[in-house]
């Protein structure tokens, strides 16, 4: 059971990547799954819970319209749409499976953590 993402990369301000995770040895469109960032030197912050039925929800206000989570369940992966990057958007962006069956911004509710991919914003 395992989370892989990817997608990360260099990327000049203003720019867009979008960030995948493949779940194997479970169904993710059975759980929420979720987003997460962290900075060098910061702690782990919420982007992101997208639920098992339709729709996500987003934690952070400064993402709110550039950044969309959604899933594809017949690839059973995660995405993470990123528009009009910034430098402060600089991170290890991580995916992880929630343990309940409601979205949470707290990372301890999570397990199974892909091991995070590095996105950096710089010109």
């Known amino acids: 059971v395992q989370l892989q993402a990817s997608g990360g990369g260099l990327v000049q301000p203003g720019g867009s990547l979008r960030l995948s995770c493949r779940a194997s040895?479970?169904?993710?469109?059975?759980?929420?799954a979720g987003w997460f960032r962290q900075a060098p030197g910061k702690e782990r912050e919420a982007i992101s819970c997208?639920?098992?039925?339709?729709?996500?929800?987003y934690y952070l206000d400064s993402v709110k319209g550039r950044f969309t989570a959604y899933r594809d369940i017949m690839k059973n992966t995660l995405y993470l749409q990123m528009d009009n990057l910034q430098p402060e958007d600089t991170a290890v962006y991580y995916c992880?499976?929630?343990?309940?069956?409601?979205?949470?911004?707290?990372?301890?509710?999570?397990?199974?953590w892909g091991q995070g991919t590095l996105v950096t914003v710089s010109s």
């Open positions: 040895g479970f169904t993710l469109g059975y759980y929420p």
């Open positions: 997208v639920k098992t039925g339709v729709g996500s929800t």
């Open positions: 992880a499976r929630e343990s309940g069956v409601d979205c949470s911004a707290d990372p301890q509710s999570y397990k199974n």
